[in-house]
Nanobody
Framework: QLQASGGGLVQAGGSLRLSCVAS????????MGWFRQAPRKEREFVAT????????YYADSVKGRFTISRDNAKNTVFLQMNSLKPEDTAVYYC?????????????????WGQGTLVTVSS
């Protein structure tokens, strides 16, 4: 089970830090990712991190503003979001891929959290 938290309402230019805690099993050997879904839009890739944290990959829309990290000792993945824009408004989902590398496609992820809402006001 993946439990995402940390969403909320923030003004444009502000920051939020999302957390995703895994329970029930360990995901330390697997890639983890963040996706988001805005109203009336398809779910889109945001960021991914390899099992050991050495490799990361970001969508162009968030590159330079968002940072994904993980603490395997706590079975937790984070998404630090800075310089937020209104177009970042979405429900953010964390996910676990039962594979290595830095997968970007949602079909490559097997477990999903329930999502946390991020709203950025202009």
């Amino acid at each position: 089970q993946l439990q995402a938290s940390g969403g909320g309402l923030v003004q444009a230019g502000g920051s939020l830090r999302l957390s995703c805690v895994a329970s029930g099993r360990t995901y330390v050997s697997y890639a983890m990712g963040w996706f988001r879904q805005a109203p009336r839009k398809e779910r889109e890739f945001v960021a991914t991190i390899s099992w050991n944290g050495r490799s990361t990959y970001y969508a162009d829309s968030v590159k330079g503003r968002f940072t994904i990290s993980r603490d395997n000792a706590k079975n937790t993945v984070f998404l630090q979001m800075n310089s937020l824009k209104p177009e970042d408004t979405a429900v953010y989902y964390c996910a676990a891929a039962l594979r290595g590398g830095i997968p970007q496609g949602p079909d490559e992820y097997s477990y999903w959290g329930q999502g946390t809402l991020v709203t950025v006001s202009s």
